[in-house]
C-alpha cells in the first residue's frame, strides 16, 4: 500500500508564504505524475498544478506567477511553493500521485493525501 503524507499547511496573512510538502511511502517503483489540489467550502475540487516524473509543470491560471511545483524523484516527494497568497487560496489542499507502479504490480494506481489546511487571512 501506498500513502501520501502531507505537511506545511497552516494560518497565514495575505501576501505571505507557505511550503506544502508531500511523501510518499511503500514500495513504489515509479510515479507518473504528482500534483496538489484543493477545495474550498462548498467548490468543488481543482487542480493548483502537477508536476511529471520528467518534470513537465501545468498550473490552474490562477496560481500561475504565484505558485511553483517541484519534486524530487528519488525521495518520492512534491513540494509546493506559495507566494503571494490570497484569501481566494484558502482551501484543503490534498496532494495526489498519479500512475503509481508498485513493486509486484503490472498496472498502476493514483492515491491520494489526507489533506492539509491552508488558510489565507488578516
Known amino acids: 500500500q501506498v500513502q501520501l503524507v502531507e505537511s506545511g499547511g497552516g494560518l497565514v496573512q495575505p501576501g505571505g508564504s507557505l511550503r506544502l510538502s508531500c511523501a510518499a511511502s511503500?514500495?513504489?517503483?515509479?510515479?507518473?505524475?504528482m500534483g496538489w489540489y484543493r477545495q474550498a467550502p462548498g467548490k468543488q475540487r481543482e487542480l493548483v498544478a502537477a508536476i511529471t516524473m520528467s518534470r513537465s509543470t501545468n498550473y490552474a491560471d490562477s496560481v500561475k506567477g504565484r505558485f511553483t511545483i517541484s519534486r524530487d524523484n528519488a525521495r518520492n516527494t512534491v513540494y509546493l511553493q506559495m507566494n503571494s497568497l490570497k484569501p481566494e487560496d484558502t482551501a484543503v489542499y490534498y496532494c495526489?500521485?498519479?500512475?503509481?507502479?508498485?513493486?509486484?504490480?503490472?498496472?498502476?494506481?493514483?492515491?491520494w493525501g489526507q489533506g492539509t489546511q491552508v488558510t489565507v487571512s488578516s
Open positions: 495526489n500521485a498519479g500512475g503509481v507502479y508498485q513493486r509486484g504490480m503490472g498496472y498502476p494506481r493514483d492515491y
Open positions: 511503500g514500495s513504489i517503483f515509479s510515479i507518473n505524475s
